[in-house]
């Protein structure tokens, strides 16, 4: 059982973001610093800007900011947002005809079940999963520079 | 957010046998029944036997039965035994190094919703997520012969 790279990305992006409330963040940064790909990131951040999480100012010197307060940002509702498709099982995806015709039960258990976890996400902020300690310095990196 | 084809598959299978309670089973049928591959159903049936759930005969004539009555088959214990991997996201993974330097509290948060999600599955058991009726007959099917 996986949550989409998308969501997961979107997940750490914030995190990153949230530990750097004095700034602006690049996209070039967090990819460097959890090692994943640029233009992932790039897809990440322009939803988690549609669905109004984060900023983004254009330009030189530009970046991304939170949109909003980090205690104010519940990990259910992103991850409602970043998550396209929660059809759990093949069967319940787009264009699928199920061969127990409607009478199958599955799906109303997993949708059930699919509640609870993201109601158990609700009950957290990105505040609430932020590491307690400074962020750990990259060996190499654009970020070093771009510190005081 | 998707499970396995591996549980997907394993949850139809398990539906299917249980509906015929009174005869033997074949991948042949539940792949024609769902339009699902039978090499993918050899290795879900191959996973079930081991966990317990189903019981196999070989040889001519044979096939699969449950290995305890439906209303003992609970939902949570078959989708823990079928999903391999409860990774949620990639940096959970087996040889991912978390730039977050194990400070990151994501990890608890998503695995107490994932402990939600399957205790909500716990409630429920095959025979709960059982079609009411009659199994639709298949058209041009090998199923159809081996009704009396």
């Keep these: 059982m996986h949550l989409t790279t998308l969501t997961d990305y979107a997940l750490r992006l914030l995190m990153h973001v949230a530990q750097h409330p004095d700034r602006l963040c690049t996209i070039a940064e967090v990819a460097q610093r ?3 790909s640029q233009a992932h990131l790039m897809k990440v951040t322009h939803r988690l800007a549609l669905c109004g999480w984060i900023e983004t100012v254009r330009g030189k010197g530009g970046g991304m900011r939170l949109a909003r307060p980090a205690a104010d940002i ?3 509702a992103v991850v409602r947002d970043m998550e396209s498709d ?3 099982v093949e069967c319940f995806g787009p264009g ?3 061969a127990l015709d409607g009478q199958c039960r599955l799906a109303g258990v997993l ?3 699919l509640h609870e976890f993201l109601r158990h996400l609700d009950g957290y902020t990105l505040q609430d999963i932020l590491p307690r300690g400074r962020p750990r ?3 190499r990196s654009a970020l070093v520079m771009l510190r005081p």
């Design 74 to 76: 519940r990990l259910g």
């Design 96 to 98: 699928k005809a199920c």
């Design 111 to 113: 949708d059930a079940a």
């Design 86 to 88: 929660f059809a759990l």
């Design 137 to 139: 310095a990259p060996g």
């Design 34 to 36: 959890y090692d994943i």
